[in-house]
């Protein structure tokens, strides 16, 4: 592992993150298809599968931050729910006519090949992944871990988007480092 891995495992909420992913998603980021998303182009300057890993990270972080005010959250939900909620984007261009429709299709293509990668996906989670893209294509959520999975993609979205070399505080180390620590074994 290098340094900068080691450095950023010591900060506790990171380690949270990463030990989180492992306990609920290893079934998602050992797969192939999980792997394949980090060779795809997502947001200009990010591939699927770190977008994919910053959403999850964000959406994370909320969790713990609700939690202390005594709000009880599905962790397992987000964390399968946002390594999930753009799968379907994979292969984009030969799936999808243009942008419109992938924008409106790709959630249910992330909700069937969800099924595939966690047998045992319960309803909640399905309903997290079909209505990540809410407000844009209509499907509203319906929990308040749907929600924090659609504020946590604009957010990382917007990130990822005004991403530039020249602005340090906005890189993606995140993503990152999680991967980089998961890769490492640094986390069981
Ligand atoms: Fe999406
Ligand atoms: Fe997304």
Aim: one cysteine or more; aromatic letters at 6%.
């Amino acid at each position: 592992m290098t340094a900068y891995f080691k450095k950023q495992m010591d900060k506790e909420s990171n380690r949270r993150i990463a030990a989180d992913i492992s306990a609920y998603g290893k079934e998602v980021i050992d797969s192939e298809l999980f792997r394949k998303a980090f060779a795809q182009k997502h947001h200009t300057n990010t591939t699927v599968g770190e977008h994919t890993l910053n959403v999850t990270a964000a959406a994370l972080r909320m969790c713990y931050a609700l939690e202390k005010t005594g709000l009880r959250l599905d962790r397992r939900a987000v964390t399968i729910g946002a390594l999930c909620h753009d799968l379907g984007i994979i292969g984009r261009y030969e799936k999808f006519e243009n942008n419109r429709v992938c924008c409106r299709l790709h959630p249910i293509d992330s909700v069937r090949i969800s099924r595939k990668l966690v047998p045992e996906i319960d309803h909640k989670t399905e309903e997290i992944i079909r209505c990540h893209m809410w407000p844009l294509n209509g499907w509203m959520p319906t929990s308040a871990e749907g929600y924090l999975i659609t504020v946590a993609d604009k957010y990382s979205s917007i990130r990822e988007l005004l991403y530039r070399p020249a602005l340090p505080l906005l890189r993606h180390e995140t993503a990152g480092m999680i991967l980089g620590a998961l890769v490492c074994g640094a986390v069981g």
